[in-house]
């Protein structure tokens, strides 16, 4: 045979997941579950904040799932995730002690460098807070680093208000000005009722210090886009981070390309400033 | 690099030399078609010039449209070693240069793909030069040439009494190296005669490709804001079979699915495609490309501004398999001909 024999320097398994043990599972709204997952091996996720995993569910396939607990909470992680699709179903009927697959981290996570000394707001619709939480508590776990910190939370309704415990913390946290809303309230809520922005003109914002970071619905990024250019906060000051097809998590298979973007490799965190032209960001 | 005159028997003996070590597969005109397939060479054949590329392209060989990447809980954590790929004869600088494309994708440094390259690496590849091009051929068009300069490790250029052949690889050098009783010196007139073969293909696809000569490039025709009929009337016929993008030996779009193997599972990866509606569709329901006209769109700006503007060069190899294979007779040619009348027109 002519054909050398080299050998491959290369991963044999990069399409292949670790497994994970679930520790622990937690009904947190109707339709969506808190997940925490021990890798098998012992091994730290060693996340950064707004990075996802490959979620692994045998017979079922893949879905791209983001981090939800911050990596300063070592030992286990935290998925939280919405009953949608077959998988995410199916992940919904796993008892504790359940074996499911990852594989990752992926992607490029929120630049916690770049924020230091910052006064940040933090801005997040309905599961677009299970991001913006990885972000929230790594912030709050290492208070000194960075400025005012102000978290604005808006749901649909009063019923999909996802980790209550944690909100009744922030706001008691008097380091942190937690305002939340709902679009429509019911018999019991007496807090806040309008869209996400009606929070946001209350504020008093120092766009030259502040930098928004902004997770949650398409619609949600139109109108809170235009309520921050509004209050004068530069492009890019805003940090976004966006929702996309991600298959294979390796900037391979096509699925999450967004112009000229590979989303899980060069997102799924974004300056706004670079893709506010992207026709199909948004 | 060197080149070498090769008879038509001893080139011959020299495939019947390969075929002994492993499979070798050569170009062989389909019966009752103008197809050129691939089939195994058997002792003794004489190897077929089609002076065209094979129908079939090289990703599939590096890149199979269906393969299993693993299995878990896993018996043991490595996948199985791919097999490595066979001796390819007659592939044309299309073919070559598609491999760049997938190279660039599936050999990036951060996340190498173990299967694309541990095959990669042991592909060889002995090319023709293309003089019989055909009326979907655009290699010109996008500035290639129709026979190859690097990224081979043979190449076979026919002239009077046999093959000029040409090193273009260590690999190639050892194996010629191995059979030098197979090879001679080429002459001035035998190099003569593959320099005026070439230079006729080359002006026969510049003819074909004449009426389809662009004003500006593809990126800034791709960048026009108010090309919205030239687009309409080009998708018009599409009816998002995929046949372009399967056909294509640069698209490398994948799906990874689990199947159950007994206790275990087997995880596959397909070959998917952009044009299919449900491409990127989120499970929330959400999809950034929901027309077919969008995801139309999508394929060019993949392979003439995105691809380029992350690696340098487009993402076509002008080999013409998406037009051969449109059942809509699109021509990609036209799509940027009509762009281009429609600044013409905006102009006037």
């Known amino acids: 045979m002519p054909v050398e024999k080299t050998a491959c320097s290369c991963s044999e398994k990069l399409y292949l997941p670790r497994p994970a043990t679930i520790v622990k599972v937690r009904q947190v709204t109707p339709t969506e579950k808190l997940f925490e997952l021990r890798l098998d091996d012992g091994s730290d996720l060693g996340h950064q904040p707004g990075q996802f995993v490959e979620v692994s569910l045998f017979g079922y396939g893949e879905a791209p799932i983001s981090v939800s607990s911050s990596p300063t909470r070592k030992g286990t992680f935290e998925l939280c995730v919405r009953a949608a699709g077959s998988l995410t179903n199916a992940m919904h009927k796993l008892p504790e002690g359940a074996t499911i697959g990852i594989r990752g981290p992926y992607g490029n996570g929120f630049d916690t460098e770049q924020l230091k000394g910052k006064d940040i707001l933090f801005i997040g619709g309905g599961i677009g807070l299970v991001p913006l939480r990885s972000l929230i508590n790594y912030v709050l776990d290492n208070r000194g680093d960075y400025g005012k910190t102000t978290i604005l939370y808006g749901t649909k309704s009063p019923a999909e208000i996802l980790f209550t415990d944690e909100l009744k913390a922030w706001e008691e946290d008097p380091t942190v000005d937690f305002r939340m809303t709902v679009d429509r309230g019911d018999e019991n809520w007496t807090g806040h009722i309008g869209v996400i922005t009606t929070l946001l003109e209350d504020l008093e914002t120092g766009p030259a210090t502040t930098y928004a970071v902004v997770v949650g619905p398409p619609i949600m990024y139109k109108f809170v886009l235009l309520s921050l250019r509004s209050q004068d906060f530069r492009d890019d000051h805003v940090i976004v981070s966006l929702e996309r097809r991600m298959k294979c998590g390796v900037g391979k298979c096509g699925h999450c390309q967004m112009n000229s973007i590979y989303v899980c490799q060069d997102g799924p965190v974004f300056n706004y400033a670079r893709i506010k032209d992207f026709p199909e960001a948004f | ?348």
């Open chain 2, 1 to 348: 690099m060197t080149t070498h005159f090769i008879t038509d028997a001893n080139l011959t003996a020299l495939l019947d030399s390969l075929a002994k070590e492993g499979l070798v597969l050569t170009c062989r005109t389909a019966p009752d078609s103008e197809h050129v397939l691939y089939a195994p060479h058997e002792q003794g054949d004489a190897f077929e010039y089609t002076g065209f590329r094979p129908a079939p392209a090289l990703k599939g060989l590096l890149f199979p449209p269906q393969e299993k990447v693993g299995e878990y809980p896993a018996a043991s954590a490595e996948a199985p070693e791919p097999a490595a790929p066979p001796v390819v004869v007659g592939p044309a600088n299309c073919d070559l240069r598609a491999l760049a494309s997938l190279d660039a994708v599936f050999m990036a440094d951060d996340f190498r793909d173990g299967f694309y390259t541990g095959r990669r690496e042991k592909l060889f590849v002995i090319t023709q030069d293309c003089t019989n091009p055909r009326l979907t051929c655009a290699c010109t068009w996008l500035g290639l040439k129709p026979y190859p300069e690097e990224g081979f490790d043979l190449n076979l250029s026919q002239v009077s009494g046999g093959y000029v052949i040409e090193v273009g690889s260590e690999k190639g050098r050892e194996l010629l190296g191995s059979h030098s009783s197979l090879v001679g010196d080429a002459t001035e007139e035998a190099l003569g005669e593959r320099d005026n073969r070439r230079a006729e293909a080359q002006k026969a696809l510049e003819q074909i490709n004449e009426e389809y000569a662009l004003g500006m490039t593809r990126r800034e025709l791709l960048a026009l804001g108010d090309a919205a009929e030239a687009w309409a009337s080009n998708v018009s016929t599409c009816v998002e079979c995929a046949a372009c993008l399967f056909a294509c030996p640069t698209c490398h779009c994948f799906l990874l699915y689990d199947q159950k193997a007994g206790d275990k599972n087997e995880r596959v990866r397909v070959w998917d495609a952009c044009s299919y509606g449900g491409y990127s569709r989120m499970a929330g329901g959400g999809n950034p490309r929901p027309l077919l006209m969008d995801r139309f769109r999508h394929r060019f700006m993949h392979k003439f501004d995105y691809f380029p503007e992350n690696n340098g060069f487009e993402m076509c190899s002008g080999c013409g398999r998406c037009i051969e294979g449109c059942a809509g007779k699109i021509d990609m040619r036209k799509l940027f001909k009509a762009l281009e009348s429609s600044v013409n027109a905006s102009d006037s």
